[in-house]
C-alpha cells in the first residue's frame, strides 16, 4: 500500500513537499517515482529513485524538483520548489520492481497540488 501526503494549494514560486508512506513491500529493493495527472492530460512521469539511490527528472520539473527516499521510514519524498502553475495536477507515487520476468508496479491514491494566486 502506498499513501502520498503533502499536496495543496500554494502560490506560485511557493514549496511543498509531498511525501509516499509504503507499507507491505520490500520497499528498499523498489524503485520510486512520482507521476501527476493535470485536468484532460495524460499522466506523465515526473521523477523517480532507485533502489541504489539514482535519481532522475522530467525536463519540465529538472531543477525545481528533488527526489528522495529514507529506507528505513519506507517512505519517499518530492520537494518541490519555484512552482508553476502548470504543476497543478493530482501526483501519484509508484513503486516498481522487476523480478525475474515479471514486473511489479503498485499505486498511491493521489495527492492534489494545485498552484494559483
Known amino acids: 500500500q502506498l499513501v502520498e501526503s503533502g499536496g495543496g494549494l500554494v502560490q506560485p514560486g511557493g514549496s511543498l513537499r509531498l511525501s509516499c508512506a509504503a507499507s507491505g513491500i520490500h520497499f528498499s529493493r523498489y524503485t520510486m517515482g512520482w507521476y501527476r495527472q493535470a485536468p484532460g492530460k495524460q499522466r506523465e512521469w515526473v521523477a523517480a529513485?532507485?533502489?541504489?539511490?539514482?535519481?532522475n527528472y522530467a525536463d519540465s520539473v529538472k531543477g525545481r524538483f528533488f527526489i528522495s527516499r529514507d529506507n528505513a521510514k519506507n517512505t519517499v519524498y518530492l520537494q518541490m520548489n519555484s512552482l508553476k502553475p502548470e504543476d497543478t495536477a493530482v501526483y501519484y507515487c509508484n513503486a516498481n520492481i522487476i523480478e525475474s520476468v515479471f514486473e511489479y508496479s503498485y499505486w498511491g491514491q493521489g495527492t492534489q497540488v494545485t498552484v494559483s494566486s
Open positions: 529513485i532507485t533502489s541504489g539511490g539514482s535519481a
